[in-house]
């Protein structure tokens, strides 16, 4: 029998050059590039994953909207935000500040919508002696937004990347 | 009637199609009724002809708004609009569009989908930001370097002395002026001999235990920590800023160190930190203060023989005792409770020097 296909819409929130480009990147093509460039407006990408769900596993289509980060919330956003199954809030573990507006970029997604799960990333785990936030102060962010699942990741190694997607397709097949 | 609703439609596809925008007409089910070959273009996985096509299978900005979607069409809500789409090109450089998407009312439940291009405007903002987005995290990375080496300032140089280079940059140079001052000298007795029957960290963790003892004293009375030598530590009160009584401020940090250490002894009791007594020696007078060194490396200093004597009369004092100069303890006067120890000889002079054994200080008020 052949598996369902699921459609889904995730966000990539999170301030600029936080690595959210390089997340989906290397999700999707599995490339890595340490150049800045920074991203106007979005890109809408798709990748192919197959989701374990009620004892079977389900084919989803994930549909990666990578935006432009840092900008002031407004109505451009909501349309990019709506119809949003999941997102996945990032912050770069080197700069303590990108984490404070993680409750920024929950509240503006939960505004669109509110039964939509979130994964909590801090980025460039990597960079071991710049590391600025630690595991505690993003799980305690984690928790405070509807105990939501955080990692930290790699888009340079790799490290996590596939689990923290794979973590939000699971959980929104869970919230369907 | 509907000849103007035919003439409305023919108007606003004729105004697309000479502005270069893509357009498509979708029912309700945003499958696509009619479009002109730009729409095609923007469209993802490669279709000649969107007609008949679901757009959110073209177009994947749609998914997840479809029924979003079909709710603008049936009740002719307000345009809805997703702007700066990307589509990547063979050069890499990628092309932007503007989608936007109104119900046609006159129409029945038809949608009007425009594209239009913008990659002109989204390039400039993409060169702006990117610049922008780059001097920001420029002077993220400068404070943190600066938060750094302020930190290094203040813990590897005196710090008055560190808030003055701060300040004023240009008096890091060699070079100092004569000035008064009073100088205090503490240090470890039978350190050698602790230092050999202990292992090399337990022997700077045990120093540095006491010296933040001595450490603390010495800034409870705003003197400046000139450095750590071994087992020694040098301070100087009335450098480099001026501070009025500087001898009393010395003589009540001596006393201070002692009280402290004495605390800190009994803290100590039945802990595995072994306990240091420390001789300090006390002597006011002319030094010179400045910056000694190349420019290579530059340390601050307080030179002279005030200096020197210092060292020496600390040299004579006892784990425990405070002993004063001449010079210090006429500049305490009667507040001084001392006993005279009679007078030491020092190399290369001729003149006895006479030594007291500080043991209080009366109204001198404590911090």
């Known amino acids: ?176 | 009637m509907d000849d103007v609703k035919d003439f409305d439609l023919w108007l606003r596809l004729r105004t697309a199609r000479r502005q270069s925008i893509a357009y498509a007409l979708t029912d309700e089910h945003l499958t696509v009724l009619m479009c002109n070959q730009a729409m095609n273009e923007w469209a993802t996985g490669g279709v000649d002809d969107l007609v008949g096509q679901h757009l959110p299978d073209v177009f994947y900005e749609l998914v997840g708004i479809e029924d979003f979607l079909y709710h603008l069409a049936i009740n002719h809500g307000d345009t809805f609009a997703i702007p700066r789409i990307y589509r990547s090109t063979s050069d890499g450089q990628g092309r932007y569009f503007d989608l936007q998407i109104e119900p046609l009312a006159e129409f029945g439940t038809t949608l009007l989908v425009l594209a239009m291009d913008v990659t002109e405007q989204a390039l400039m903002e993409q060169r702006l930001r990117q610049r922008r987005n780059e001097l920001l995290l420029l002077q993220a990375q400068l404070s943190k370097a600066n938060e750094q080496l302020t930190y290094l300032l203040h813990h590897f140089v005196p710090q008055e002395v560190a808030r003055k280079l701060v300040s004023d940059p240009h008096l890091l140079r060699p070079g100092g002026e004569q000035r008064e001052a009073t100088v205090l000298f503490a240090d470890a007795r039978d350190f050698t001999s602790m230092a050999e029957s202990l292992p090399p960290d337990q022997v700077l963790d045990t120093l540095n235990a006491h010296f933040e003892v001595i450490a603390d004293a010495i800034r409870k009375y705003d003197g400046t920590l000139i450095e750590y030598v071994g087992d020694m530590v040098m301070a100087a009160f009335n450098v480099p800023d001026d501070q009025p009584g500087h001898a009393l401020l010395g003589a009540q940090a001596a006393l201070d160190i002692q009280r402290g250490l004495a605390r800190f002894a009994d803290e100590c009791l039945g802990s595995n930190m072994p306990v240091l007594h420390f001789g300090v020696g006390l002597n006011t007078g002319p030094v010179i203060a400045g910056y000694q060194g190349t420019r290579h490396l530059y340390k601050f200093a307080t030179l002279g023989d005030t200096t020197n004597v210092a060292f020496h009369i600390c040299s004579r004092a006892a784990g425990g005792q405070v002993l004063i100069s001449q010079h210090s303890m006429e500049r305490l006067g009667r507040r001084a409770h001392v006993t005279p120890l009679g007078t030491i000889h020092l190399k290369r002079r001729r003149a006895l020097l006479p030594i007291y054994e500080l043991l209080g200080l009366e109204d001198a008020g404590t911090r």
Request: hydrophobic share 45%; with cysteine; charged share 25%.
């Open chain 1, 1 to 176: 029998m052949e598996m369902p296909l699921l459609q889904k819409k995730v966000c990539l929130l999170g301030d600029f050059a936080v690595g959210k480009t390089s997340l989906v990147r290397r999700f999707v093509y599995d490339r890595f590039d340490d150049k800045y460039i920074s991203t106007i407006g979005v890109k809408v990408s798709r990748k192919s994953l197959i989701v374990p769900h009620d004892g079977g596993t389900v084919r989803m289509n994930m549909l990666l909207w990578d935006m432009a980060g840092g900008e002031d919330f407004s109505h451009v956003h909501a349309s990019y935000l709506r119809g949003a199954a999941g997102a996945i809030l990032v912050c770069d573990l080197t700069r303590a500040e990108t984490l404070e507006s993680m409750s920024r970029y929950a509240g503006d997604f939960w505004s669109i919508n509110p039964t939509s799960p979130l994964v909590i990333v801090g980025n460039k785990v990597d960079l071991k002696d710049m590391r600025a936030i630690t595991d505690a102060e993003l799980q305690a962010v984690a928790e405070s937004h509807a105990r939501s699942p955080w990692f930290t990741s790699s888009a340079k190694t790799g490290e996590h990347v596939e689990e923290l997607f794979q973590a939000l397709g699971q959980l929104i097949l869970a919230t369907r």
